[in-house]
């Protein structure tokens, strides 16, 4: 991984230094965990339980999942994150 220097007492690379085995990054994890909707998660648009958490830039949105395939497009579009769980909804049947 290569970051940008900020002090000149660093090894490596004028304007980079390699923080792979920094002590300052030791056990972090770059996958980010989201929560599992549940039922009192619900739908923005009609109050049904939510299977589609969108994440945009101003917060997120909650769709059940004929909403969520309604507005697909429009979502893939200005969404930074679609967490899409209604694959539970086959699960369970």
């Given at each position: ?70 507005h ?17 909804l086959?699960?369970?049947?």
């Open positions: 991984m290569r970051l940008r220097t900020y002090a000149t007492s660093e090894s490596g690379t004028p304007g980079e230094m390699d923080v792979s085995g920094a002590w300052l990054h030791a056990g972090v994890s770059t996958s980010i965990e989201v929560p599992v909707l549940t039922a009192q998660d619900r739908c923005d648009a009609c109050g049904a339980q939510a299977y589609v958490r969108v994440e945009l830039d101003a917060g997120e949105l909650l769709f059940c999942a004929h909403h969520a395939r309604k697909a497009d429009a979502l893939a579009r200005v969404a930074t994150t679609i967490h899409d769980e209604t694959a539970r086959a699960a369970a049947n």
